[in-house]
Nanobody
Framework: VQLQASGGGLVQAGSSLRLSCVASGRTFSNFAMGWFRQPPGKEREFVAAIGTWGGRSTYYTDSVKGRFTISRDNDKNTVDLQMNRLKPEDTAIYYC??????????????????WGQGTQVTVSS
């Protein structure tokens, strides 16, 4: 399984960014996808996750609810994270990830087995 994330950058507070992650190596639609981030000097933390079954199940950490939206396109094998009203505290390396277990959605890093390389998001005040 390979994951490739893209879309990071340097933006001002209040701006938007859209991250994208393309997956390969297995049947994409059978597996949940998640986004995590690691702020400078901190542990990796959960941001958002989306389940299978049409992606109707989505989960967010409290700090991004109402600002971030996760979505998936099973035809393109991609999962996106639309980030609006960005804040300086959103600055981090963002990673996409997927678990080994099919049709299972987790909200902790330990539940995910495959990780992309990370993309840097920097939000200036």
């Amino acid at each position: 399984v390979q994951l490739q994330a893209s879309g990071g950058g340097l933006v001002q507070a209040g701006s938007s960014l859209r991250l994208s992650c393309v997956a390969s190596g297995r049947t994409f639609s059978n597996f949940a996808m998640g986004w995590f981030r690691q702020p400078p000097g901190k542990e990796r933390e959960f941001v958002a996750a989306i389940g299978t079954w049409g992606g109707r199940s989505t989960y967010y950490t409290d700090s991004v609810k109402g600002r971030f939206t996760i979505s998936r396109d099973n035809d393109k094998n991609t999962v996106d994270l639309q980030m609006n009203r960005l804040k300086p505290e959103d600055t981090a390396i963002y990673y996409c990830a997927t678990p080994e277990r099919s049709h299972y959605v987790g909200t902790s890093a330990a539940e995910y087995d495959y990780w992309g390389q990370g993309t840097q998001v920097t939000v200036s005040s």
